[in-house]
């Protein structure tokens, strides 16, 4: 059964700072997918990853996947106030559609 | 571009009551999920359909059923409704099932049970 760790749950930056967010799975998975979602509101996709070594990048947000470490990092450049947001990793295996989600990282960026 | 369509946006029901949700999913898009977002959790997968069959099933309780139509447009029924069915109810859609693609999220109905 696929599992999905984020850390941190919660993160408090500065802006103009750097930070990660972190994405462990415990088996296999074909494809991992970010997702933001705002208080509220729908989840957002941001990125896909579907390869080992894949790295994608929109704004000041990049991510990276390592299918040997069953790793996901979600790495954010110069933070400002508008990224503040919950942020979601998720994996998907084999035939099955369904998604598993991680608990979640709530991000507060501030002045 | 279109996108995921859920109605009705919000829904306010007693105890025992019952509880239809819609879904329309983006044009071309074969393949509906259901999720249930409860009050700061994470997205819990309960059904999905592929060509208007069932392809998955997860977390979804008895009470709960679902279906896919000839439009493609699918609807979560609830009945016995609990207080703890309280929650976000998303439906997403994507191409294929397990397929590389995104699975886009409609704006979700919030549930809630008195």
């Known amino acids: 059964e696929l599992k999905v760790e984020q850390n941190p749950l919660f993160l408090s930056m500065q802006e103009g700072k750097n930070y990660t967010i972190y994405c462990n799975y415990s088996?296999?998975?074909?494809?991992l997918y970010w997702y933001r979602q705002d208080p509220g509101k729908s989840l957002e996709s941001l990125f896909v990853?579907?390869?080992?070594?894949a790295v994608k990048q929109e704004g000041r947000l990049m991510a990276s996947l390592d299918t040997k470490a069953r790793l996901s990092t979600l790495h954010i450049t110069a933070a400002v106030h508008d990224l503040s947001a919950t942020y979601f990793c998720a994996g998907g295996r084999g035939s099955q559609g369904n998604l598993i989600f991680g608990k979640g990282t709530k991000l507060s960026v501030k002045p | 571009a279109a996108g995921v369509i859920q109605s009705p946006r919000h829904l306010i029901k007693e105890k025992r009551e019952t509880a239809t949700l819609k879904c329309y999913p983006i044009?071309?898009?074969?393949?509906v999920y259901w999720y249930q977002q409860g009050p700061g959790q994470d997205p819990q997968f309960l059904i999905s359909?592929?060509?208007?069959?069932?392809?998955d099933k997860g977390s979804i309780p008895d009470r709960f059923s679902a279906q896919q139509f000839s439009d493609y447009h699918s609807e979560l029924n609830m009945s016995s409704l609990e207080l703890g069915d309280s929650a976000l109810y998303f439906c997403a859609s994507s191409l294929i099932p397990g397929g590389p693609d995104t699975q886009y999220f409609g704006p979700g109905t919030r549930l809630t049970v008195l």
């Open positions: 044009p071309r898009h074969d393949t």
């Open positions: 088996t296999t998975s074909d494809r």
């Open positions: 359909f592929y060509e208007k069959m069932q392809s």
């Open positions: 990853l579907l390869s080992n070594g």
